[in-house]
Structure formats: structure tokens, C-alpha cells
């Protein structure tokens, strides 16, 4: 049972800010109060990492260190040049040492840098290295040598510093107590960031990976720029214009960037994306765990729910592995109020409730012995009822799954297709054309950079699409609370040999509600709850992909990041489907082919059928809690 509690891309770059203070206090607070150290810790093959050390200039006491490895520099560089802020000025205030440190081939690192480098569970000599082993020597180094330390260490960090903090947890150190993964880059061809079920997230890739993905020969504190040359403010115009993937090398200055070229040649999930998934190796588990992650998170929501169920899974005994999710975009907990998210109201600053009721007490419990241990397992904010809640375990064991169908007309019910003829008529299916000449966008808005939020933006401009299917409930009687992971069973046809599958979960506001938020009318506005892409050539394996067959109805299923959400009575439950979210997503040639290699000429328009009837019941499955 649940119990109540009483940008593109910024959190990539730079510690979040704090909520409560200003910045110029917590600021003068950490020069007044800390001391800086820079130094190079050596690895075990040789290599050397540089290090900032920023301890407590109170000698009375002992301080546990929180160590976060970043890729994207720990700077400021300069013994005299002080960070403004960490994420968790609680955490600042109460004494720590807080460790920053550039991970190998980056920015003043020694070393070469390899993106989400694979995990190796054996290590022979001192030349076999991984995050895990540079994790390992560093904290060893550390405990050794950072004065004033009490033996005992947390790793942290937001989005790809999360993968480290995943890494941390592998690490095998003694010293290592509690470690935080925070939207932690986990699947990159499954989930998170550059692919969603094999789709390639093109926005995302391309404006990262243009500037992250430059090579870095020599040591530097400078960080490289990614592509500026859009002549145009609209990216939908932009990317429609650049046209197929294979374009972006000659193009667009991505022929010199070793990951992009290694996403073109690595089309399917083969031995080289599945080691880069850490997933199968969170066993035996040392740490306390407190994974964080954001409910509309675009770019890791996968990473935090998946991290957590992992651990759960393979450690079945474990008291000490937590779930906190949040009404956030990327990092949102560390960097906002909480409040509010584009058009959607939260009620509560709930980056501030995290920082001083979970995160805190998290930390100083494992690394300071301070305090209960009270956090629940599952420490989840509802979205729609707008609170926090307490789960004993995540997915709570009270939601049951229920299928709500596709029905004539656009409706949407629980109650299954009615049984008719052996013939397949009209109003038994629904279809449109998917033209990779005009996909479908991602949003209404014209801007260039991708917003964070889409993830909850109102849909109505895709209900009017006729490259869109609308299906929806009549007015919700009584609440449906939806907690854990959505289910999508589409039944579909395509005239073609290939084709994606978008699916979006919407809460529909009624009609007669009033006010707006940012300039827009809240009555009728179409909530995105959850979306998801399926490239539909994975439909049964993200190893082998396979065609369509032209005309032959097939199962496309797939799981969508779960929810926590209430749909209010009044309000309406909404699912969309249709074939392209560009330019989140690329588009597919709706042929079977190699897309990474596919032409200009190779797009080609097909029509979908999605089918309602009672062999071939489209729908979504949901996970209702009953209450």
C-alpha cells in the first residue's frame, strides 16, 4: 500500500543549483568554509587522473568524501578557483569532502577516453582497466591521502556521471558506502539518450556528439563546441533539410567523430552495444543504492527505472537499494524548484523536498551514521494527484495489469472488441500514411535546441494529424492511479517492409477547465503522460531484426518507461499512435534496409493499419494500483 509523505543537455556540463539559498551565498559559504587541492592520482597502468579535493577547513572532526567523475570537466581549474555550487548545499553545509575528478582521456585526465566503457568482471593485471578499477584506485588513493577523511566514501552524479556512479557500484572498494546513481546513462541502444528501442535519437546525437565527440589529443581545461551552422532558428526545417544519416559525415563535420562513426556501424544490438549495458553485472551488491531519475526526463528516464530494477532482481536479499523518481526533466531535482514543468504544475517545490528528506538523509545515514534509516524502497511523486508517495517495492505488488482496447471510433475501454465476421471490414482498423516527407513533429513549437518539455507538452496539434490515430476514453467517474511500466500491443499491417511505431499516453484535461499556463488554455489540454518509439524491424529482436511482410497483420510490442499518474476524474485517458516523432527521432525509409547507409531516394510513403477486432486487439496495458 502507498503512504502520503508529510538544455539540451545543461546538467551534462555543470553542478546543478542548489534550492534555497542564493547562489552568491552558497557560493561565498563553500570559499569561506573549504580549502581546494588539485592532484593527479595515478591508476594502477600508469595513467593519471586529475583530481580537485575541496575539504572542510574545520579540522575538529573527520569527513566522509563525495566523489563524483565527471567527463565534463571538473572545472574551475586553479587551486584558487572555487566551484559556485554543488548540487546538495544540505549535504555542503553539514561537512563533507567533495572530490571532482576528470575520468580518463578527458579534459586534464591522462589517458584515452572511451565512451560508456564496457565493464570488465576480469581483470587479470594492471593493464586491464575499467571505470570500476579507476574508481577503485582512485578511492583507495584517496582514503590514503585526502586529509581529514573517516574512511568512508559516496559516488554521485547526474546523467553520464551516473554511469560512473554505476560503475562505482561494481568497483569492489571496501570504503565505498553509498553510491547514487542520478538519470544514470545506462542502455545507450535500448533507453537512453542516442537510441529508443533501436530508433536513433537524431536531435540529441547529433547536437551532442558534434562537440562532446571531438577528439581530445592532448590535456586540455578547454571544452570543444559542437555545430553552430543551422542558418535556420527551426530544427525540424534543419534536420528535414540535412535528409538521410549517411549526409552527416560530408556534411555536417561528423566524418571526424569516432562515437558517431561507430553509431553508423553499429545498427543492431550486437556484442558491442550489449557490453556497454552494466546491467547484467549489478550482483552481489556492497553499497547502499539510492538510484534517482525524473519523470519526464528525455534523455535517461530508462536508465534510473532499469539501474533500480536490476539491483532488485539480482539481489533479491538486499535492504539497502532504493528508487526515488520525480516530476523532473534531466537533472531537474539538482538545477530547479520542482514546481513546474512547461504547462504542468506540481503544487510543491519537490526539488527541495528530494534534497532534504531522501538525498540527505541517504548520505549522512550510510557515511556519517547519522540518523534512521527510513527511507521506503520506492519514494515516487504522482504526477496528476500531485504528491509523494511510499511504495514497500517498485512496481507496487497492488497494480494489476488491464488492457485498455482500441475500439471503432476512436474509443478506448477496457471492454474487448466485439466478435464479427471472419472478413476484416473497415471499421475494424484504423490506418493512415506515414510520408518520411512530412513526419509527424515532436512538438508544435518552432525552436532549434530540443526542450525538455515535450515530455508533458499538450498534444493537440498531433490529435489533428491525419497521420496520427486519436483513441480515448468517455469521462472518468473515479480515479485510475497508473504505477510502473506501460505496455504497448499494437496489431498493424504496413504496405511496405519497415516501419516505427510511436505510442503516447496522455491525460486529457476536461474541456470546461480554466485558466492557462505559459499563454496556453488548459481546457481540452492533452497531457503527455509517456511516450515511446519502436523501430518496428525489432519487434521481436533488437539482435535480428526483421522485415514486414507487405499487407500481413503482425504484433509489435514493446514496454514504455513507467509512470506514476493519476487521471483525475473529469478527465479523460488518451493514446496516440503513429509513425514518426521527428526530429527527436530519425525517420525510417520504411524499407528494410541498412538506415545508416540509406539514401536520399530510399524514403519511401506507407500505410499503416492498426487493427481493433477480437484476433488482432490493439491496445495498451496498464498498470492500474488499486487503492
Known sequence: MKHFFSIIFLCFFICGACIGQTPAADSAFIRKNFTKREVMIPMRDGRKLFTSIYTPKDNRRRYPILLKRTPYSCAPYGEKAFVTRFENMHLVRAGYIFVLQDVRGRYMSEGDFVDVRPFNPDKSGPQDIDEASDTYDTVDWLIKNAAGNNGRVGVYGISYPGFYSTMAILAGHPAIKAVSPQAPVTDWFVGDDFHHNGAFMLMDAFSFYSGFGKPRPEPTTERSSGFSDW??????????????????????????????????????????????????????????????????????????????????????????????????????????????????????????????????????????????????????????????TRYEQWPPKYARQVKFYFQEGGGLSVRPPATGSSQVPDQQMDSYVSDPSKP?????????????????????????????????????????????TVQADLWVSVSSSDADFVVKLIDVFPDTMSGEKNGVPLGGYQMLVRGEIMRGRYRNSFEKPEPFVPGTMSQVNFDLP????????????????????????????????????????????????????????SGVILPVLRK
Request: net charge negative; proline share 6%; glycine share 6%.
Open 231 to 388: 542558418k535556420t532558428p527551426d530544427n525540424y526545417a534543419f534536420f528535414l533539410r540535412a535528409g538521410a544519416l549517411r549526409n552527416y559525415a560530408e556534411r555536417y563535420g561528423m566524418k571526424g567523430i569516432p562515437f558517431w562513426n561507430d553509431l553508423m556501424q553499429h545498427p543492431d544490438y550486437d556484442a558491442w552495444w550489449k557490453a556497454r549495458n552494466p546491467r547484467p553485472h549489478l550482483r552481489n551488491l556492497m553499497p547502499a543504492v539510492l538510484t534517482v531519475g525524473g519523470l519526464f526526463d528525455a534523455e535517461d528516464c530508462f536508465g534510473a527505472w532499469r539501474v533500480y530494477e536490476a539491483i532488485e532482481k539480482q539481489n533479491p536479499d538486499s535492504m539497502s537499494n532504493r528508487l526515488v523518481m520525480g516530476p523532473w526533466s534531466h537533472g531537474g531535482w539538482a538545477r530547479t524548484t520542482g514546481e513546474s514543468l512547461g504547462n504542468v504544475t506540481f503544487g510543491q517545490k519537490t526539488s527541495e523536498y528530494f534534497q532534504k528528506e531522501i538525498e540527505f538523509p541517504f548520505f549522512e545515514y550510510y557515511l556519517k551514521d547519522n540518523g534512521k534509516m527510513e527511507l521506503p524502497d520506492a519514494s515516487i511523486f504522482e504526477t496528476g494527484s500531485n504528491e509523494w
Open 440 to 484: 509527424v513533429p515532436y512538438t508544435e513549437d518552432v525552436h532549434l535546441k530540443r526542450t525538455r518539455e515535450y515530455m508533458c507538452d499538450d498534444q493537440r496539434f498531433a490529435s489533428r494529424r491525419t497521420d496520427v490515430l486519436s483513441y480515448q476514453t468517455d469521462v472518468l467517474q473515479q480515479a485510475v492511479t497508473v504505477t510502473g
Open 562 to 617: 513507467d509512470v506514476a499518474h493519476t487521471f483525475l476524474p473529469g478527465h479523460k485517458i488518451m493514446v496516440q499512435v503513429q509513425s514518426s516523432w521527428f526530429p527527436l527521432a530519425d525517420r525510417n525509409p520504411q524499407q528494410f534496409i541498412n538506415i545508416y547507409e540509406a539514401s536520399d531516394q530510399d524514403f519511401v510513403p506507407a500505410t499503416i493499419r492498426v487493427y481493433h477486432m477480437p484476433v488482432g486487439a
